[in-house]
């Protein structure tokens, strides 16, 4: 079955740079959008990223366009996503998700990781 596993979070201060990668086994993703998600305490998961896996197309969140960057690399089924210039603010637990379609959101998602932990201090 479809398995996604985040890795690479951690506690970093204001300005740092944080790679995170997403390994998905279980399937061949073609036919899939994947994507990055944050949530933070008392706040409601938000998109960060999606990436259209067959064509490489990307969606960036306004909030972080400019200092992250996802990306995926086909041979090794993974999906990453490289931060820069980190705030605060970027501070929660980020999750990869997967959906079979054009589109990944909180709603049509159909795979979850279990999340790692991103925290800025200032």
């Known amino acids: 079955q479809v398995q996604l596993v985040e890795s690479g979070g951690g506690l970093v201060q204001t300005g740092d740079s944080l790679r995170l990668s997403c390994r998905a086994s279980?399937?061949?993703?073609?036919?899939?959008?994947m994507g990055w998600f944050r949530q933070a305490p008392g706040k409601e998961r938000e998109s960060v990223a999606t990436?259209?896996?067959?064509?490489?197309?990307?969606n960036t969140a306004d909030t972080v366009k400019g200092r992250f960057t996802i990306s995926r690399d086909i041979t090794k089924n993974t999906v990453s996503l490289q931060m820069n210039s980190l705030k605060p603010e970027d501070t929660a637990v980020y999750y990869c998700?997967?959906?079979?379609?054009?589109?990944?959101?909180?709603?049509?998602?159909?795979?979850w990781g279990q999340g790692t932990q991103v925290t800025v201090s200032s």
């Open positions: 279980g399937s061949t993703f073609s036919s899939y959008t």
């Open positions: 998700a997967a959906a079979r379609g054009i589109y990944v959101t909180r709603a049509n998602a159909d795979y």
């Open positions: 990436i259209r896996w067959s064509s490489g197309s990307t």
